[in-house]
């Protein structure tokens, strides 16, 4: 009903959210469906639970220490560069683990080694996306915008591990698997491609790790000095930490 696209779904009214929005998705499916056959594949290999936990822990740690320098980047260069440059090394990456299953040549570090540039690639993204979202809409939808792009989040947990089930249903190949997650990442690389919004953010510029340092330790200090962002990161480290991870 037009009443009902007219008031939840407004920002998909937009053609430049619809871009951002439907990229993210295949990205994000494609990041939990490498999760799930990460570790479906190590345990194969190896025969050790550990090593699941190994490796999603290499694919998930990037994000405490990329993500600050993740955010300066998209706040000081073009952030449909910044994507554009996660969603190839995230293709790289995953057409390279779908040749090393497809010729049986895989190895446990391999998966490993992958798995921490998957995740330095990712919190790359989700900065850069995060921070280009509100480009795409005017400023009266932007909380729309905001839960449209939550779906993305959520429910990519159960369209990545879906898709998954669907190509092992039908082709009973695992290493067709890597290259569905592969194909999902090029997709959404060949949108990102079309996003014609150019967005930066208000930093201070120049170069040297001095220069990063400050504005990082800038973006920290008005974390910790703001009640109401630092109880939200509070919340969020509280979920992440104490249910993401079962």
């Given at each position: 009903p037009r009443k009902f696209t007219s008031r939840f779904l407004a920002s998909f009214h937009y053609p430049e959210y619809r871009k951002l929005w439907s990229a993210t998705m295949l990205a994000h499916s494609s990041?939990?469906?490498?999760?799930?056959?990460?570790?479906?594949?190590?345990?194969?290999?190896?025969?050790?639970?550990?090593?699941?936990?190994?490796?999603?822990?290499?694919?998930m740690i990037p994000s405490v220490f990329i993500s600050p320098f993740a955010g300066y980047l998209a706040d000081r260069f073009d952030r449909r560069t910044v994507l554009t440059y996660a969603y190839v090394l995230n293709l790289t990456t995953s057409v390279l683990l779908a040749i090393l299953v497809a010729t049986d040549t895989v190895q446990p570090w391999h998966i490993l080694l992958l798995s921490i540039v998957n995740g330095c690639a990712?919190?790359?993204?989700?900065?850069?996306?995060?921070?280009?979202l509100p480009n795409t809409v005017p400023s009266q939808r932007i909380?729309?915008?905001?839960?449209?792009?939550?779906?993305?989040?959520?429910?990519?947990?159960?369209?990545?591990?879906?898709?998954?089930?669907?190509?092992?249903?039908?082709?009973?190949?695992?290493?067709?698997?890597?290259?569905?997650?592969?194909?999902?990442?090029?997709?959404?690389?060949?949108?990102?491609?079309?996003?014609?919004?150019?967005?930066?953010?208000?930093?201070?510029?120049?170069?040297?790790?001095?220069?990063i340092g400050r504005n990082i330790l800038a973006g920290l200090r008005h974390m910790y000095t703001e009640p109401l962002v630092l109880s939200i990161i509070l919340l969020v480290v509280a979920h992440c930490g104490m249910t993401m991870s079962f």
């Open positions: 990041a939990w469906a490498l999760i799930v056959a990460r570790g479906a594949l190590v345990l194969h290999l190896t025969g050790s639970a550990s090593w699941i936990g190994f490796v999603t822990f290499a694919a990712r919190s790359t993204q989700i900065p850069a996306t995060q921070a280009l909380v729309n915008a905001v839960a449209l792009y939550q779906v993305t989040q959520n429910g990519a947990r159960f369209l990545g591990p879906l898709l998954i089930l669907v190509v092992l249903v039908v082709t009973e190949r695992e290493d067709w698997v890597f290259f569905l997650c592969a194909t999902l990442y090029a997709v959404g690389l060949v949108i990102t491609l079309n996003i014609r919004t150019v967005s930066t953010g208000v930093v201070e510029t120049g170069a040297g790790l001095r220069v």
